[in-house]
C-alpha cells in the first residue's frame, strides 16, 4: 500500500505552502483590519481590497481552480490529489478563496459543470471559474428540521414558461457578498411525489424581483463578512423554465452529486486548521513557564500533543481513503467513508483547537490569536452539510446491512 503523494502533487504543494509562507500568513493581520476599518466605514459587506489583491497572483501562480476532478476547466487533479492542497489552503480559513477554490462556490460549480445546460455554463459557470461572481446554496429551511431534506416545504410551481418560487432559507452562506449573482434553491415541486422525488433545484438570479436578504446570521458572534450566513427570503420569484437543473423531482440526486464533494473538501480544510493549532500550541506550550517550568514540560500538556498528533493523522488517513474511494468508484460507493469523515474531522478539529486554546490561557480565546475564529468554523461544521447525527445514523444503517440475515 504506497500513502505517498503523487509527483504532481508533491509539486503543488510546494508552490502552493510558498504562496501561503509568502502572501497568506503575512496579511492575516491586514485581513482583520480591513474588515474593522471596511466596518468603521459604514461598508462592511464589502469585498476585501486584500483578497482582491491576491487572486491573480494565485493565477498568476497556476493555483487557480484546483478542484473539479472531472472536468478539464480546473487543474485536472483527482480528489485524492486535491485532498492536501484543500489541507494547506485551510489553515487560514479565509485563503481558499485566494485560489478560487472556496465554498458554496466550489459546490455550486460542480453542479453546474455536471448537471447545467451549456446556456447555465456559459452564464454562470465561466465567470465563477474566472472568479469575476459569487455564489450562494439555498436549502436549509427555519420552519422545518432540514437535516430531513424530504422536509423542505418551499415551493417551486410551473406556470406556463416560468417557475414561481416561494419560501424562506436561512444560513445561505454567501448571500451577504455583493458579488453574489445567482443561487441554487431547493424546493419542492410534486408534493404528491415519491418522498426523494418531490425536491428539485433551480437557478434563481440574486436580482430576480422577490428576493430579499433580510439579516446576516452570526456564528458564535462572527458573521463572515462579506460573505455572510443570511436569512433570505422568496416571494413570487418568477424564473424562466430552463433555470431548472436537469429536471423536477431531481433534486436529491444532485444534492448527493454536490453535498459528496462539498463534505469532504471542508474535511480537508479542516485537518489543516487543526494541523495549524497544534503547531501553534507547541509553540506556545514551549515559550511559556507555569510552576517553575515550561507549559510543554507538563504532562497533560504532552498527553495532549500526542493525542493530537494521532487524531490529525487518523483523520488525514480517513480523509485520503474517503477520497480515493470517489476517484475510484464513485462517490454513491464512498457514501460511507464520506460520512465517516464528516463525522471524524469537526470533532478532532474542534478538540485539537480546545486543546491549543487551552495551552494559549486567557489569550486563546482573545483575538490576539486565530483560535477562537477557528473553534468557530470547525464547530459549525458539526452542523453544516448534515449535523454529526445524520451521518452516524447513516453508518449504523450501512453497518447493520452488512451483518442482516
Request: with cysteine; aromatic share 8%; charged share 25%.
Amino acid at each position: 500500500m504506497d500513502f505517498d503523494y503523487s509527483p504532481k502533487t508533491k509539486a503543488l504543494q510546494g508552490r502552493l505552502t510558498a504562496f501561503m509562507e509568502e502572501h497568506i500568513y503575512p496579511n492575516e493581520s491586514r485581513y482583520w483590519a480591513e474588515i474593522e476599518a471596511n466596518t468603521k466605514a459604514g461598508k462592511r459587506w464589502t469585498p476585501l481590497t486584500l483578497i482582491e489583491e491576491l487572486k491573480p497572483k494565485a493565477r498568476d501562480a497556476g493555483l487557480w481552480n484546483l478542484f473539479l476532478p472531472e472536468s478539464g476547466r480546473g487543474a485536472g487533479l483527482t480528489n485524492q490529489e486535491y485532498a492536501p492542497l484543500a489541507e494547506i489552503m485551510g489553515r487560514t480559513p479565509w485563503a481558499s478563496e485566494v485560489f478560487n477554490c472556496s465554498a458554496p462556490d466550489t459546490g455550486n460549480m460542480e453542479v453546474l459543470e455536471r448537471y447545467g445546460t451549456e446556456e447555465h455554463k456559459k452564464q454562470w459557470l465561466e465567470p465563477l471559474l474566472e472568479g469575476k461572481i459569487r455564489s450562494a446554496f439555498a436549502m436549509t429551511e427555519p420552519e422545518v428540521a432540514s437535516s430531513d431534506a424530504t422536509n423542505i416545504c418551499a415551493r417551486i410551481e410551473r406556470q406556463g414558461d416560468e417557475y414561481v418560487i416561494n419560501g424562506r432559507k436561512w444560513w445561505t452562506s454567501g448571500a451577504g457578498d455583493p458579488r453574489c449573482k445567482i443561487m441554487i434553491f431547493m424546493g419542492k415541486t410534486d408534493p404528491d411525489a415519491p418522498r426523494h422525488q418531490q425536491q428539485s433545484m433551480i437557478l434563481v438570479p440574486t436580482d430576480t424581483p422577490g428576493v430579499k436578504v433580510l439579516r446576516p446570521l452570526p456564528v458564535f458572534g462572527y458573521d463572515d463578512a462579506p460573505h455572510g450566513h443570511m436569512e433570505v427570503l422568496f416571494e413570487n420569484v418568477r424564473v424562466p423554465a430552463s433555470n431548472m437543473l436537469l429536471g423536477e423531482g431531481r433534486g436529491f440526486e444532485i444534492a448527493q452529486g454536490r453535498l459528496g464533494p462539498g463534505r469532504i473538501h471542508h474535511c480537508m480544510r479542516l485537518i489543516g486548521l487543526a494541523e495549524r493549532s497544534l503547531e501553534l500550541m507547541c509553540k506556545r506550550a514551549s515559550s511559556r513557564v507555569a510552576f517553575g517550568k515550561p507549559v510543554s514540560a507538563q504532562t497533560v500538556t504532552q498527553e495532549r500533543i500526542a493525542e493530537a498528533r494521532c487524531k490529525i493523522d487518523q483523520a488525514r488517513l480517513l480523509t485520503l481513503k474517503a477520497a480515493w474511494m470517489m476517484d475510484v468508484a464513485g462517490n454513491k460507493a464512498a457514501k460511507a467513508e464520506i460520512a465517516m469523515i464528516k463525522v471524524v474531522a469537526p470533532n478532532m478539529a474542534a478538540q485539537v483547537i480546545d486543546w491549543a486554546i487551552q495551552a494559549h490561557g486567557g489569550g486563546g480565546v482573545s483575538e490576539d490569536f486565530p483560535l477562537a475564529y477557528f473553534y468557530t468554523a470547525a464547530r459549525t461544521l458539526r452542523l453544516a452539510d448534515g449535523p454529526d447525527e445524520v451521518h452516524r445514523n447513516a453508518i449504523a444503517k450501512m453497518e447493520l446491512g452488512r451483518h442482516a440475515a
